[in-house]
């Protein structure tokens, strides 16, 4: 399901399972130095762990649920990992 959000069909706008989907194919995806991953679910924090070993700077995951009701793996990502806003 495509979210309805303004520009999702723009230029850069990359599924997270396809994003890991070409990085398990290829071993590797071009990533730029700021990265958005709308979701907290496994795909979305995979893509965010990965994009970060790919060499993104920053990445910043916007949620639909408070923090503290935190998505499956969300809480590990963000003891883990400095480089992730929310």
Do not use: W
Request: charged share 20%; hydrophobic share 45%; net charge positive.
């Amino acid at each position: 399901m495509i979210p309805n959000i303004p520009g999702i069909e723009s230029e850069g706008v990359v599924d997270a399972l396809k994003f890991l989907q070409t990085y398990n194919l290829r071993g590797s995806v071009p990533v730029k130095k700021r990265i958005i991953v709308v979701g907290g679910g496994n795909a979305a924090i995979d893509a965010a762990r990965t994009a970060i070993r790919l060499g993104a700077e920053q990445v910043h995951m916007f949620i639909a649920v408070h923090r503290k009701k935190c998505l499956p793996g969300l809480k590990k990502l963000m003891l883990q990992l400095k480089k992730v806003s929310f």
